[in-house]
């Protein structure tokens, strides 16, 4: 039986992957400036291209007039921005502190994956036509998400 065509579900993979990540720059805070600097360097990596895909792949591919998923795009856009502010903010404390904050900015991935996954995916998915998620994916898919 053929899979049915989901944004949602692409995207929850590329989450999962973030979140790995996160966990992985977690565990080296407290450890050697190398070690915590590189989990941070693949941290960023992967939120950056989860952020070019979603901004790409999905949002300039998206020409509905539906106001309410254009109103949570913009919505989504904003907090990217505040996320790579607090990571630009993150990157430069890492070479003078010892004690790193990272809740605040884990928090609020945590709030923009729920509001993708529950709020703007679902309704993505249901206003797209199969042709147009097909079109979509083909371009996430262009972009390496995770290491194959």
């Given at each position: 039986?053929?899979?049915?065509?989901?944004?949602?579900?692409?995207?929850?993979?590329?989450?999962?992957?973030?979140?790995?990540?996160?966990?992985m720059f977690k565990e080296n805070l407290k450890k050697d400036?190398?070690?915590?600097?590189?989990?941070?360097?693949?941290?960023?990596?992967?939120?950056?291209?989860?952020?070019?895909?979603?901004?790409?792949?999905?949002?300039?591919?998206?020409?509905?007039?539906?106001?309410?998923?254009?109103?949570?795009?913009?919505?989504?856009?904003?907090?990217?921005?505040?996320?790579?502010?607090?990571?630009?903010?993150?990157?430069?404390?890492?070479?003078?502190?010892?004690?790193?904050?990272?809740?605040?900015?884990?928090?609020?991935?945590?709030?923009?994956?729920?509001?993708?996954?529950?709020?703007?995916?679902?309704?993505?998915?249901?206003?797209?036509?199969?042709?147009?998620?097909?079109?979509?994916?083909?371009?996430?898919?262009?972009?390496?998400?995770?290491?194959?």
């Open positions: 039986m053929e899979e049915k065509l989901s944004i949602l579900g692409l995207m929850v993979r590329d989450h999962i992957s973030i979140d790995l990540s996160l966990k400036f190398n070690e915590m600097s590189e989990a941070f360097e693949e941290f960023k990596w992967e939120i950056k291209k989860h952020f070019f895909a979603e901004e790409k792949g999905i949002f300039d591919s998206y020409n509905n007039k539906d106001q309410e998923i254009i109103s949570m795009i913009k919505h989504i856009m904003e907090e990217h921005d505040q996320i790579i502010e607090m990571l630009n903010d993150i990157e430069s404390e890492l070479s003078i502190k010892d004690d790193i904050e990272i809740t605040g900015l884990a928090q609020m991935l945590e709030d923009h994956r729920k509001f993708e996954e529950e709020s703007l995916y679902p309704k993505l998915d249901a206003s797209l036509s199969e042709n147009q998620k097909e079109e979509i994916i083909k371009k996430i898919n262009e972009i390496p998400l995770k290491e194959q």
